[in-house]
């Protein structure tokens, strides 16, 4: 539905996006995260036609934009960073402007018709009559939608659609693009991990204008897992690594926190060997406080990724490691552009 | 062609509205009433004195051209007024949809650039002719009470129309490669001037440069419209000085897209 491939937008001598390529299939909610200034909303304007770019193509629903842009923006529908309304037009008002100038064809009462199942979509119907000046953040926020869903689009760019909301707010705008899937292709643009985790089924990890990870929310937490983590708190005489050590299966120990009697391990491991760790915890009469899985959040797997490719292209050679599980396939002129980031 | 006309028309009816709903248009139509009206008083009190004076002439009373004492002065002076009010009305049309981010979009709206161009062209263009058109009431009463030859009122007309749509055009360019509001209302009105004083120079030592000038100067063109002459060559400076700025606007739109 949405294919970019090798996109390339520089400003002058600043790289701001270097050698994207993703695809987004029918239905699917992309997440695209990274830091702010990671070309994110670069990338978004290129696919949406407001700007062209340096190299590479964009494809929407079949139409390349630079080239048949009329035709690809017809099928898209965009809501920028700060939702573009007039603040002297009332909400239906600059609704129905918005389908004139998207709605080609259209006569008048379909244009209303449009009007109005888009402000009952994204719940703005009880401010029809009011000024877009006077609306707060969050209708701001859902009219910018209601006109992005106007014209029935296939695919949906939405950038930073919860930035400056409330956390009720949030809640509802998530729940209001949950909503949206399935009819729209939709890529969505973020700085919040856990927002990636709940509305996306894909995530494209940006970083200073480059892919770094492209997988589902899922896939990314256990591929820089690596092998599995197990975190135990035992209550004994601080010498129970070496007793975990011992124990069939365990790889590394690391001591996590100590607490004076109350020490915290994470354990390395091939396999499940929850029952053989507590069992060798308990038989030297210790008291075993904590035992579970460690499960890396996105949070952890973003500055991992992020923290390997500026290690790989040496702006950051303290970084800690990490499995280099995703590293984007095209290395060519890494580095060389990194001196101006 | 039937869809670009649509967009057009969706783009001025924007900008018309957006001139209407706030307070601007009204408040310039209401001064540049008043502003005419108090020029239209001089020269009416001066037309009228000028009138009385010639019925004492030893052959008797003579008619005061009304066209010529009355109607040619009121539209030269009506555009000096517009010189001053035009800027204001084009400075906003590009910076504030840059400012504010809704130029965002109409540049991602299945519309052409070029749409869009027009399109704001012409809303700047119908607040002008609603404000050009107060001043019909004015000459209206002239009409009523007098007996003015019709066609040098409306070649007059004609030609404050065209040399309107000039500065509109500069304006919506230089307005398009600014933000900021003030910078593109002053850069218009001093470009406006420029080209308004340009043929001053035109006894310069160099005779080519001095024409060269004269030809680009817009108040030399205006001058035969007010006598009742509609030249295609004044005609032809006028709406080949609004296509290129047009054209500008449309290359500038084009460009700040590249440039993000």
């Known amino acids: 539905m949405i294919e970019v491939q090798h996109l390339t937008k520089r400003y002058g001598p600043v790289t701001a996006v270097d050698d994207v390529s993703f695809r987004v299939e029918k239905g699917e909610i992309l997440g695209f995260l990274g830091p702010n200034g990671a070309g994110k909303t670069t990338t978004m304007r290129v696919i949406t036609g407001y700007m062209p770019a340096t190299d590479g193509t964009a494809t929407v629903a079949g139409f390349n934009v630079f080239t048949h842009p009329i035709d690809a923006k017809k099928r898209t529908g965009y809501l920028p960073e700060t939702p573009p309304l007039y603040p002297e037009m009332?909400?239906?008002?600059?609704?129905?402007?918005?389908?004139?100038?998207?709605?080609?064809?259209?006569?008048?009462?379909?244009?209303?018709?449009?009007?109005?199942?888009?402000?009952?979509?994204?719940?703005?119907?009880?401010?029809?009559?009011?000024?877009c000046a006077k609306l707060s953040k969050g209708y701001r926020q859902r009219v910018g939608l209601a006109q992005a869903v106007l014209h029935d689009p296939e695919v949906l760019i939405l950038d930073e659609p919860t930035a400056g909301l409330d956390p009720k707010q949030i809640m509802e705008t998530r729940e209001l693009i949950r909503g949206l899937a399935g009819s729209h292709t939709i890529i969505l643009s973020t700085h919040i991990l856990p927002e990636v985790e709940q509305t996306c089924q894909r995530v494209v990890i940006i970083n200073k204008g480059r892919v770094v990870a492209v997988d589902t929310p899922k896939n990314l937490t256990h591929q820089l897992k690596g092998a599995a983590t197990l975190y135990v708190q035992v209550e004994g005489d601080g010498t129970a690594a070496d007793v975990l050590s011992g124990v069939p299966g365990v790889g590394q120990v690391r001591e996590a926190d100590r607490h004076g009697r109350y020490v915290g391990y994470e354990i390395e491991s091939t396999h499940d060997i929850r029952r053989d760790v507590a069992r060798a915890i308990v038989s030297k009469g210790w008291g075993l406080l904590e035992l579970r899985p460690k499960r890396l959040g996105l949070e952890e797997v973003f500055l991992q990724l992020t923290e390997e490719a500026a290690r790989e292209t040496g702006a950051a050679p303290e970084a800690p490691a990490g499995p280099s599980a995703t590293a984007p396939a095209d290395d060519t002129e890494k580095g060389e552009r990194e001196g101006h980031g | 062609m039937a869809e670009t006309i649509r967009n057009i028309r969706a783009v001025a009816a924007k900008e018309l509205r957006g001139y209407f709903v706030s307070p601007m248009a009204w408040t310039m139509m209401g001064l540049f009433a008043f502003l005419f009206g108090y020029f239209y008083l001089l020269y009416l009190n001066s037309f009228v004195e000028e009138s009385l004076r010639s019925m004492g002439g030893q052959f008797g009373p003579q008619p005061v051209n009304v066209n010529m004492r009355l109607i040619r002065p009121l539209l030269s002076n009506a555009s000096v007024i517009i010189l001053f009010l035009l800027p204001m009305v084009t400075m906003r049309t590009y910076s504030e949809e840059k400012r504010s981010g809704t130029i965002e979009l109409l540049l991602t709206s299945p519309l052409k650039d070029s749409e869009i161009v027009l399109g704001k062209f012409l809303g700047a263009i119908g607040l002008y002719a609603a404000l050009i058109a107060v001043t019909l009431l004015y000459v209206g009463v002239l009409f009523l009470y007098g007996n003015p030859e019709p066609m040098p009122v409306v070649s007059g007309y004609i030609g404050l129309f065209l040399l309107g749509a000039c500065f509109i055009s500069m304006g919506l360019f230089i307005s398009s490669t600014t933000k900021n509001q003030m910078v593109a209302g002053t850069a218009t009105f001093v470009f406006a001037l420029l080209f308004w004083i340009v043929g001053w120079a035109s006894d310069m030592a160099w005779p080519w440069l001095g024409s060269i000038l004269q030809y680009l100067s817009i108040t030399q063109h205006f001058d035969d419209f007010g006598k009742g002459i509609i030249d295609t060559k004044h005609v032809v400076f006028y709406l080949s000085f609004i296509t290129f700025w047009l054209f500008l606007t449309l290359k500038s739109v084009d460009s700040e897209r590249w440039r993000g």
């Open chain 1, 90 to 131: 009332t909400v239906r008002e600059y609704l129905t402007f918005v389908a004139r100038i998207k709605l080609g064809q259209a006569n008048k009462a379909e244009r209303a018709a449009r009007v109005d199942a888009a402000m009952r979509k994204t719940h703005v119907d009880d401010v029809a009559g009011k000024h």
